[in-house]
């Protein structure tokens, strides 16, 4: 069998990880089974780990920050292992596609093309490693002279959810590595696969031993142990609202770390009467179906112009229904598995309960069967009112809810309707409308006639309940480090004592 054709198949038996520890792999901890959400197959076993491991892999990240043989490297030096990254996951991309999609039930052609983002993230996070620069006060007068430096904050805990189990990884590791500091990962405990792998391959990189470890396990324990480890100098966080709080309290009981939370999102969708109304349903179409809408990002509210509504609805909900649902491992699927039985559960619930409260269902409504594993077909609902749960949870699936509005200002009011800040999109030709709508819709991430689009080079976060702090790009780098001011005096003290 080629390797093309062993990409395509499922394992004959599932892989077994160990969990990695100072530049190695470990293992002999009991083992978590994960069954491909596609098709009910057992693909992986990684390890339970316990917290005596996590507390092994905090001392590993804290002797490496303090040997000082990462942090204290030039940045020339730890962009030439970014890019050495860079090119190994250019090698290894189509495996690691493989096994996110094994382990999450998204479609490998969109799982690919995540690792090239991923790719790309490491060759921005290089740039970034060089550039990265403090700052000078050349106006505190001749006596004294002032320098601002950024200095990287330490270990870092990075925890991950499920649903872009690399991708998300991507976005911010090679920031945290291009700043200087070292790391503890705690990726889902249903998809930790890729974690894992990203360690290989960052040795191979020639990244010094003890900068990045994996510990793989439940939120409850290994997580909650990473938040309140009293040795952990900074938490990315990177999942739901609800463990965000958690994490919070957590930081503020232990040690006061630095937090970074990139949490859930209900993203508006806002489409004008003068935009071109097949781009804007492509776009919606795309914003909440792609990633079966389990994506923090998904356009989950479509707030349409009354004098176009009945128009764009019926063009969207046409091509909602040509999406192309099915098996993950097949080169035509577009949209795949949902990732968990419980997330299975949650859409389909709130699907009710749209039905319930009186939203016409237009397209989709129901789970898909297609004999083994879960697939929600994608669902617009017409005639929603802002105080439907429809119009206010995040579903984390492909379940588009749509309201009218009359004026701008009403459409700006329905868009900041929300506890989240994390994207919002904006269709419109009069370019006035678009940046006035641009301004005033508080998110994180703005898209005018686009949706999703993007690079690491942009920086990634939210405002209000959506998150504290940016990652990617220069800001992602600069994220990960504290600032230091120092003052130098110039010639001779001025005395006090007289
Ligand atoms: P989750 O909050 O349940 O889990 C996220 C991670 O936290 C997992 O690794 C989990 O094991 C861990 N965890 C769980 N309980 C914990 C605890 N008490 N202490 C510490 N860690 C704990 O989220 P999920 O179900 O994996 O992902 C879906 C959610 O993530 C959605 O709400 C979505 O909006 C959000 N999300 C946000 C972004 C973003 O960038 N803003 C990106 C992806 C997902």
């Given at each position: 069998m080629d390797q093309r054709t062993?990409?395509?198949?499922?394992?004959?038996?599932?892989?077994?990880?160990?969990?990695?520890?100072?530049?190695?792999?470990?293992?002999?901890?009991?083992?978590?089974?994960?069954?491909?959400?596609?098709?009910?197959?057992?693909?992986?076993?990684?390890?339970?780990?316990?917290?005596?491991?996590?507390?092994?892999?905090?001392?590993?990240?804290?002797?490496?920050?303090?040997?000082?043989?990462?942090?204290?490297?030039?940045?020339?030096?730890?962009?030439?292992?970014?890019?050495?990254?860079?090119?190994?996951?250019?090698?290894?991309?189509?495996?690691?596609?493989?096994?996110?999609?094994?382990?999450?039930?998204?479609?490998?052609?969109?799982a690919r093309g995540e690792i090239d983002h991923c790719i790309a993230c490491f060759e921005v996070g290089a740039g970034a490693a060089r550039l990265l620069h403090g700052d000078s006060f050349n106006s505190l007068g001749d006596g004294l002279f002032g320098m601002v430096l950024r200095e990287p904050v330490g270990v870092v805990g990075l925890i991950t959810p499920w649903n872009f189990p690399f991708l998300i990884l991507c976005e911010r590791v090679p920031f945290i590595l291009a700043s200087g500091c070292t790391m503890v990962v705690k990726p889902s405990e249903v998809t930790s696969a890729t974690s894992l792998m990203l360690?290989?391959?960052?040795?191979?990189?020639?990244?010094?031993?003890?900068?990045?470890?994996?510990?793989?396990?439940?939120?409850?324990?290994?997580?909650?142990?990473?938040?309140?480890?009293?040795?952990?100098?900074?938490?990315?966080?990177?999942?739901?609202?609800?463990?965000?709080?958690?994490?919070?309290?957590?930081?503020?009981?232990?040690?006061?770390?630095?937090?970074?939370?990139?949490?859930?999102?209900?993203?508006?969708?806002?489409?004008?009467?003068?935009?071109?109304?097949?781009?804007?349903?492509?776009?919606?179409?795309?914003?909440?179906?792609f990633n079966t809408g389990q994506c923090c990002v998904s356009s989950s509210r479509l707030i349409v112009d009354r004098r176009v509504a009945a128009e764009f609805e019926a063009i969207l909900a046409a091509k909602m229904k040509r999406i192309v649902v099915g098996d993950p491992l097949d080169e035509a699927t577009q949209v795949g598995a949902i990732t968990t039985d419980a997330q299975n559960q949650t859409i389909l619930s709130y699907i009710d309960k749209g039905k319930a409260e009186g939203a016409k269902v237009?397209?989709?409504?129901?789970?898909?069967?297609?004999?083994?594993?879960?697939?929600?077909?994608?669902?617009?609902?017409?005639?929603?009112?802002?105080?439907?749960?429809?119009?206010?949870?995040?579903?984390?699936?492909?379940?588009?809810?749509?309201?009218?509005?009359?004026?701008?200002?009403?459409?700006?009011?329905?868009?900041?309707?929300?506890?989240?800040?994390?994207?919002?999109s904006v269709w419109s030709k009069n370019i006035d409308t678009a940046l006035t709508v641009s301004r005033r819709v508080r998110a994180g991430r703005f898209w005018v006639n686009c949706i999703m689009a993007g690079g690491p080079e942009m920086p990634l976060g939210g405002f209000k309940q959506s998150g504290w702090g940016r990652e990617a790009g220069v800001y992602g780098v600069e994220e990960y480090t504290q600032v230091k001011s120092v003052h130098v005096e110039i010639g001779k003290r001025s005395h006090w004592i007289k």
């Open positions: 062993t990409l395509h198949s499922l394992p004959q038996a599932p892989r077994e990880f160990g969990f990695w520890l100072d530049g190695a792999w470990e293992g002999g901890r009991p083992l978590f089974e994960r069954a491909s959400p596609g098709h009910g197959v057992a693909v992986t076993l990684t390890p339970k780990c316990t917290v005596a491991d996590l507390d092994a892999a905090v001392a590993a990240a804290r002797r490496a920050f303090e040997d000082r043989g990462w942090a204290g490297l030039s940045g020339a030096e730890r962009a030439a292992v970014l890019l050495r990254a860079a090119e190994i996951l250019r090698r290894r991309r189509d495996e690691i596609a493989y096994w996110e999609v094994l382990e999450n039930g998204k479609p490998i052609a969109q360690g290989e391959v960052l040795a191979e990189a020639g990244l010094p031993k003890g900068v990045y470890n994996v510990v793989t396990g439940s939120g409850r324990t290994i997580g909650q142990a990473l938040t309140e480890h009293p040795d952990v100098d900074m938490l990315s966080f990177t999942g739901s609202t609800g463990v965000g709080r958690s994490v919070v309290h957590a930081a503020a009981d232990s040690n006061f770390k630095k937090l970074g939370l990139e949490l859930g999102g209900k993203n508006p969708i806002i489409v004008f009467a003068d935009a071109d109304l097949e781009d804007a349903a492509d776009g919606a179409a795309f914003g909440i179906s237009l397209t989709g409504g129901a789970a898909i069967e297609l004999g083994r594993g879960s697939y929600i077909a994608p669902t617009l609902f017409s005639g929603v009112t802002p105080d439907m749960a429809i119009a206010r949870d995040e579903i984390f699936g492909p379940v588009l809810s749509s309201f009218t509005f009359n004026t701008t200002d009403e459409a700006i009011r329905l868009a900041n309707d929300t506890v989240y800040g994390l994207a919002a």
